[in-house]
């Protein structure tokens, strides 16, 4: 009897599972459909989704809330470069991803063979690695390999890509078994060998210690890292104000009475140090640059990426990991403890400013403004998600307007709780992170609050929802377009197409929750304060997919959010 073969896209169902992967977000289709359901077989659940745009957003953020790379399996083309949108965001926001496309035969490569595409060629400026198994041998090892580049160092996307011929490569159970061995083998690393942190420790305790006004800035770097405990224990007990990046949010609680997110421009502006984990001094921390900081702050950078320590030059930089480090500068602390008295001038300016900007932030939430503001529905909304209590649900939010005003006003007290639009600001992540939230936080509901123009990029996954019956709650900001629909001036309204719908413009109270009720989930048309608050009372209990379709003034909120300046 001949002995049992085992195919490309078995083996690398089999690799993968090996190399520990649970979920894997994707698209079938030539030649990858085989490979999803051996991967499935092997353990390996694939999601299938109807854009690889969304799938890519799903695998990023399953990377970012698990820290373990999120799979994107994508066909070969067409499919890999809509795989790109995930691939890049992965890499923008430093969430380890692998995407997995099969490509155009070996053989016909280069005579225009069904889609086609130099697709190491094409992946290669968003990721750390690329490369391409040329025979079925090669599998094994290159997914151990691929899988441990996304997390090594700075986390981030890497690509694999398995031609058609050698999908459908076969060799014996036995050579299938040994490959596998041996690159699971290959991949116990010894641990990695840390340099010493000591000098930069002290320093860092040092700084804090003589500081005037020191602050903690706690970036998604922090989160992903898992350093919540250390993190809430260096505020704790050392009395120092912080302050969340937008994912950063819930590593210490925002109820904490040292959070700084209400104050934020006198936290940033006036602290003379500042260590920043986690967090690149990029454009959403104005660069750590006057006139948002003051010229003569110091900053401590801890970041897991020597380069991004070299780049920005800061007073002390200390490369490591965010938990580890932090462990070591509580430990460093400890042996000469100092804590800054809630009455300490600059603890005692933060808490007032927060506490004025929170008292005045809540006068206007408590009006019930209809037609509907943005922030008459988030307070409702925001009410509705604490009361579910612990374990939270996960936010997800993206758009202008609503992400912004929902950053403001929607709380996060436990870590990786918030998923929003990230490093690159980008729209049309929604309902991937919702789908990639709902399996990678199986406790947790998942609760997206979204513009009716970012829920538009994905909103096809609504099916996807419903197909797997996932505790997913998109509430959508209706306000009739981008920004609020058509707010041209009269200059901008001349031509030969002024008769055109502006750009910004949607369909007038388009009927989104009815896209939900085409198949089969829940659908919800609410104006009023009590139409909303019975919607989500029913749709949270009811842990099932459902869209809230919530009707917004269209003339509420700015253009651009609180980008205007450079649209
Ligand atoms: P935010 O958007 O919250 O400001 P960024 O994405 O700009 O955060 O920065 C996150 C930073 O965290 C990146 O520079 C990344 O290198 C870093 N990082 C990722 N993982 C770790 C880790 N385990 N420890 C420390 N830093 C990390």
Same mark, same amino acid.
């Given at each position: 009897? /001949?002995?049992?073969?085992? !195919?490309?896209?078995? *083996?690398?169902?089999? &690799? %993968? +599972? $090996?190399?520990?992967?649970?979920?894997?977000?994707g698209?079938?289709?030539?030649?990858?459909?085989?490979?999803?359901?051996?991967?499935?077989?092997?353990?390996?659940?694939?999601?299938?989704?109807?854009?690889?745009?969304?799938?890519?957003?799903?695998?990023?953020?399953?990377?970012?809330?698990?820290?373990?790379?999120?799979?994107?399996?994508?066909?070969?083309?067409?499919?890999?470069?809509?795989?790109?949108?995930?691939?890049?965001?992965?890499?923008?926001?430093?969430?380890?991803?692998?995407?997995?496309?099969?490509?155009?035969?070996?053989?016909?490569?280069?005579?225009?063979?069904?889609?086609?595409?130099?697709?190491?060629?094409?992946?290669?400026?968003?990721?750390?690695?690329?490369?391409? /198994?040329?025979?079925?041998? !090669?599998i094994p090892? *290159?997914?151990?390999? &691929? %899988? +441990? $580049?996304?997390?090594?160092?700075?986390?981030?996307?890497?690509?694999?890509?398995?031609?058609?011929?050698?999908?459908?490569?076969?060799?014996?159970e036995?050579?299938?078994?040994?490959?596998i061995?041996a690159?699971?083998?290959?991949?116990?690393?010894?641990?990695?060998?840390?340099?010493?942190?000591?000098?930069?420790?002290?320093?860092?305790?040092?700084?804090?210690?003589?500081?005037?006004?020191?602050?903690?800035?706690?970036?998604?770097?922090?989160?992903?890292?898992?350093?919540?405990?250390?993190?809430?224990?260096?505020?704790?007990?050392?009395?120092?104000?912080?302050?969340?990046?937008?994912?950063?949010?819930?590593?210490?609680?925002?109820?904490?009475?040292?959070?700084?997110?209400?104050?934020?421009?006198?936290?940033?502006?006036q602290?003379?140090?500042?260590?920043?984990?986690? +967090?690149?001094?990029?454009?959403?921390?104005?660069?750590?640059?006057?006139?948002?900081?003051?010229?003569?702050?110091?900053?401590?950078?801890?970041?897991?990426?020597?380069?991004?320590?070299?780049?920005?030059?800061?007073?002390?930089?200390?490369?490591?990991?965010?938990?580890?480090?932090?462990?070591?500068?509580?430990?460093?602390?400890?042996?000469?403890?100092?804590?800054?008295?809630?009455?300490?001038?600059?603890?005692?300016?933060?808490?007032?400013?927060?506490?004025?900007?929170?008292?005045?932030?809540?006068a206007?939430?408590?009006?019930?403004?209809?037609?509907?503001n943005f922030?008459?529905?988030?307070?409702?909304?925001?009410?509705?998600?604490?009361?579910?209590?612990?374990p939270?649900?996960?936010?997800?939010?993206?758009?202008?307007?609503?992400?912004?005003?929902?950053?403001?006003?929607l709380?996060?007290?436990?870590?990786?709780?918030?998923?929003?639009?990230?490093?690159?600001?980008?729209?049309?992540?929604?309902?991937?992170?919702?789908?990639?939230?709902?399996?990678?936080?199986?406790?947790?509901?998942?609760?997206?609050?979204?513009?009716?123009?970012?829920?538009?990029?994905?909103?096809?996954?609504?099916?996807?929802?419903?197909?797997?019956?996932?505790?997913?709650?998109?509430?959508?900001?209706?306000?009739?377009?981008?920004?609020?629909?058509?707010?041209?001036?009269?200059?901008?309204?001349?031509?030969?197409?002024?008769?055109?719908?502006?750009?910004?413009?949607f369909?007038?109270?388009?009927?989104?929750?009815?896209?939900?009720?085409?198949?089969?989930?829940?659908?919800?048309?609410?104006?009023?304060?009590?139409?909303?608050?019975?919607?989500?009372?029913?749709?949270?209990?009811?842990?099932k997919?459902?869209?809230?379709?919530?009707?917004?003034?269209?003339?509420?909120?700015?253009?651009?959010?609180?980008?205007?300046?450079?649209?």
């Open positions: 009897m /001949a002995a049992a073969t085992v !195919d490309g896209s078995a *083996l690398a169902g089999r &690799a %993968l +599972a $090996a190399a520990g992967a649970r979920y894997m977000f698209v079938v289709g030539i030649p990858v459909t085989s490979l999803a359901s051996r991967a499935a077989a092997a353990g390996v659940r694939f999601l299938a989704f109807r854009n690889e745009q969304s799938a890519g957003y799903a695998a990023a953020a399953y990377g970012f809330l698990t820290g373990t790379p999120g799979l994107l399996l994508t066909v070969s083309g067409p499919g890999c470069v809509h795989g790109l949108a995930g691939l890049s965001h992965a890499t923008a926001n430093a969430w380890p991803l692998l995407m997995v496309s099969g490509s155009c035969d070996q053989a016909d490569a280069g005579r225009g063979d069904f889609q086609e595409l130099d697709q190491i060629a094409a992946t290669k400026p968003f990721v750390k690695l690329a490369v391409k /198994a040329t025979t079925i041998a !090669d090892r *290159l997914v151990f390999q &691929a %899988l +441990a $580049a996304t997390v090594s160092g700075r986390p981030g996307g890497c690509y694999l890509d398995i031609p058609s011929d050698v999908l459908h490569q076969t060799l014996t036995s050579e299938a078994a040994d490959l061995a690159a699971t083998a290959a991949s116990n690393p010894s641990p990695p060998k840390h340099k010493s942190l000591d000098e930069g420790i002290e320093k860092a305790a040092d700084l804090l210690r003589r500081a005037e006004r020191p602050l903690v800035v706690i970036g998604k770097g922090a989160a992903y890292a898992r350093a919540e405990e250390a993190i809430r224990k260096l505020v704790d007990t050392t009395g120092i104000p912080f302050l969340p990046t937008p994912m950063g949010k819930g590593v210490v609680p925002d109820s904490h009475p040292l959070s700084a997110t209400a104050a934020r421009s006198l936290a940033i502006g602290c003379d140090v500042a260590l920043v984990v986690g +967090a690149r001094l990029n454009w959403l921390l104005h660069f750590g640059e006057p006139p948002k900081w003051s010229k003569d702050v110091k900053f401590i950078l801890v970041d897991v990426c020597e380069e991004e320590i070299e780049l920005r030059k800061p007073h002390v930089g200390i490369v490591g990991d965010a938990k580890r480090v932090i462990e070591l500068i509580n430990r460093e602390i400890k042996d000469n403890p100092f804590c800054l008295a809630r009455s300490h001038p600059w603890v005692e300016a933060i808490t007032k400013k927060a506490k004025d900007n929170v008292l005045k932030m809540e206007q939430l408590a009006k019930d403004v209809v037609p509907f922030l008459t529905p988030l307070r409702i909304i925001r009410d509705a998600i604490l009361a579910e209590g612990s939270a649900p996960v936010v997800v939010s993206e758009g202008a307007n609503t992400m912004d005003v929902g950053r403001a006003v709380v996060q007290n436990e870590p990786r709780t918030r998923l929003d639009a990230g490093t690159w600001g980008t729209m049309g992540v929604g309902l991937g992170y919702c789908i990639a939230a709902a399996v990678a936080e199986p406790k947790r509901l998942v609760v997206a609050v979204e513009g009716d123009s970012g829920f538009g990029f994905s909103a096809m996954e609504v099916e996807t929802l419903v197909r797997y019956q996932l505790p997913v709650v998109v509430i959508v900001f209706n306000n009739n377009g981008v920004y609020g629909g058509d707010r041209r001036g009269p200059d901008e309204i001349t031509g030969p197409y002024k008769d055109d719908p502006a750009p910004t413009s369909v007038p109270a388009a009927g989104y929750h009815k896209m939900m009720e085409a198949f089969g989930g829940k659908g919800y048309l609410v104006e009023t304060p009590d139409e909303l608050k019975s919607a989500l009372s029913e749709s949270f209990r009811a842990r997919p459902a869209v809230i379709n919530c009707i917004i003034d269209p003339y509420a909120g700015a253009e651009s959010g609180r980008m205007q300046h450079k649209n």
